[in-house]
């Protein structure tokens, strides 16, 4: 069966998670940064088929393969579109050898606490329907913490364990996110809150599945050791939060276990107008530099 040998290669095999999730928030930035200015669309459907060029570009190049990446997170429009007549997921599975995640969170509250928790996702039973039958494997939903506040920070851990346990009841693996923000006023606090919190509702998971968990790389080396190495965690992956490639990856690299799910630092040296080959080399040098990084610790 295909979730068993996806189980396998997300539990066992050496890589990273390819975040290729940007949504509508999101989107603008990422395309003018690719060198498609905010002119070249006028709809959403424009500026949404314009980023899944970009995406499919990104995911049929020569070194994007299950090799180095295990898997890749997927806008819920990504999931539901297509590379060359095949469904992307798909695709991603038969064709490259990667696990395809979903995206379900519908974006953020306000502020509040000194975190921001996820809105309802009203349409989130449709969406869990629609992955189980594309195959997808698991699912990823973000928050975010600004301040070392350990009620804020027990409010977003909380929601991120009851979704978890929604996405568990349906076969799939929920990656939970509760990023805190690298330009906190107290990183290292707010880590070690968020640390705590998670042990905890780790401790009292209900049922027998796995979670996933993705934070932000921390000030702290191996903060994060032991949740790796708990029973009920399949893999914490560390997200490059708006650091730059290079120091992002000399972050990871001193986080035993921990493997990058990079979006923006994956991204960053690709352009529009780039010829095939020299996108091809400057995504494979990418792909190169984060694998080593996920998987050669000092």
């Known amino acids: 069966m295909p979730v068993e040998q996806m189980r396998k290669n997300m539990s066992e095999n050496a890589g990273f998670i ?6 509508g928030g999101s989107t603008p930035g990422a395309l003018r940064h690719y060198g498609i200015p905010d002119s070249a669309y006028s709809t959403d459907s424009q500026m949404f088929a314009l980023m899944h060029e970009m995406r499919v570009r990104v995911i049929t190049a020569p070194a994007f393969t299950g090799k180095k990446i295990l898997a890749a997170i997927l806008f819920e429009q990504t999931m539901n579109g297509l590379v060359k007549d095949t469904p992307v ?3 991603l599975w038969q064709e490259k050898g990667v696990v395809p995640f979903l995206k379900v969170d519908k974006g953020l509250e306000p502020e509040a606490g000194g975190v921001q928790v996820m809105k309802p996702i009203p349409t989130l039973e449709a969406m869990l329907d629609q992955a189980v039958s594309k195959g997808i494997y698991g699912t990823k939903a973000r928050s975010v913490i600004r301040l070392a506040e350990r009620e804020g920070i027990a409010a977003i851990v909380k929601q ?9 009841a349906r076969g799939l693996v929920p990656i939970m996110e509760p990023e805190v923000l ?5 990183k290292a606090g707010a880590e070690a809150l968020l640390h705590d919190e998670l042990h905890r509702g780790l401790d009292a998971l209900p049922g027998d599945y796995q979670v996933m968990i993705k934070v932000s790389i921390p000030e702290k080396a191996d903060l994060y050791l032991d949740l790796i190495k708990h029973p009920r965690v399949q893999r914490v992956v560390a997200l490059s939060g708006g ?3 290079d120091e992002a990856c000399q972050r ?15 991204l960053e040296d690709l352009r529009y107008t780039m010829t095939d080959a020299e996108f091809d080399a400057a995504l494979a040098k990418a792909i190169e530099q984060i694998f080593k990084a996920s998987t050669q610790k000092g």
Do not use: C, W
Request: charged fraction near 15%.
């Open 160 to 168: 991120q364990f009851t979704l978890a346990e929604q996405v568990a």
């Open 89 to 91: 997921p798909a695709y």
């Open 18 to 23: 390819a975040a290729l999730d940007q949504s």
């Open 243 to 245: 650091y730059p490639r």
């Open 252 to 266: 990871l690299a001193a986080n035993h276990g921990m493997i990058a799910s990079f979006s923006r630092a994956l």
């Open 182 to 186: 690298i330009k906190s006023p107290d």
